[in-house]
């Protein structure tokens, strides 16, 4: 039986058209946070799952590896639910890049995407969670930081300056009741995983795991919502590593 944990909460869940998003957006909402799903992809089939759930819930299309997007959109954030107490940092992409064919230009783009969208949501949120005294900031990162995985240079280098960035905000943020971590997936059989990486790929890893299955988005969802909630209120500056075992190789 699922208690409301969140009660009373208010989260934004970043990447919440799809996959990860979507669980996380949903999950949060059976443990009574309201949503603010923000996507560059209209969310409005998980706004509309979460108000099925009986939570409000708002969608908001917005590009948000764009400074100027993310401050139009800031407003909209806060005046929501007159705060933000979760941000789950969960837009990204994953694309494999040969290294010779890598460009500074798409080396930018994984970037923004993957690193610097977290900058911006956490500095649009956290002076609200300041006032309130309260807040958690989840960042979803990689468990490809322990292995090697070829044509994902840029790829990875984002997902590791995510994880140097968690670390450095919950020191800064430590003072003001803001706890910040960060959650490493396997690769994972959603939307985006299925698109970029593909079955063939998703079975392998799968059989290098300790957990030989394919790893699904509900298989962290428990972990972002124990790291949003008070139960992890002593734990910051952490990577969880949710792969099934992969990286124990």
């Not at 819930?57 to 959109?73: M, Y």
């Not at 290294?99 to 690193?115: D, G, S």
């Not at 989840?138 to 968690?166: E, I, P, W």
């Not at 008070?230 to 952490?238: E, G, N, Y």
């Amino acid at each position: 039986m699922i208690t409301e944990t969140h009660s009373g909460r208010v989260a934004v869940v970043t990447g919440a058209a799809g996959g990860f998003g979507t669980a996380i957006a949903l999950e949060l909402a059976r443990r009574g946070a309201d949503i603010i799903a923000v996507d560059i992809h209209s969310p409005d089939a998980t706004v509309s799952a979460v108000r099925e759930l009986g939570r409000k819930a708002t969608g908001i299309t917005a590009d948000i590896s764009n400074a100027d997007a993310v401050a139009g959109i800031t407003p909209e954030l806060l005046d929501f639910g007159g705060r933000v107490d979760i941000l789950v940092n969960n837009a990204g992409v994953f694309p494999f890049v040969d290294l010779f064919e890598l460009n500074y230009a798409e080396w930018r783009r994984i970037f923004a995407i993957n690193t610097d969208s977290q900058f911006l949501m956490a500095t649009a949120v956290m002076r609200s969670m300041r006032e309130s005294g309260w807040g958690r900031i989840v960042n979803l990162a990689s468990n490809s930081l322990g292995l090697a995985v070829s044509g994902m240079v840029a790829y990875m280098a984002a997902k590791g300056a995510v994880v140097g960035f968690t670390r450095a905000l919950a020191t800064d943020l430590a003072p003001y009741g803001i706890t910040v971590n960060a959650v490493c997936p396997t690769a994972s059989r959603t939307s985006g995983g299925e698109k970029f990486i593909g079955n063939e790929v998703l079975e392998h890893v799968a059989q290098m795991q300790a957990i030989k299955r394919v790893g699904v988005a509900s298989d962290i969802v428990g972990t972002v919502c124990f790291l949003s909630s008070d139960d992890s209120a002593f734990m910051t500056a952490q990577t969880v590593v949710c792969d099934g075992g992969l990286m124990r190789v």
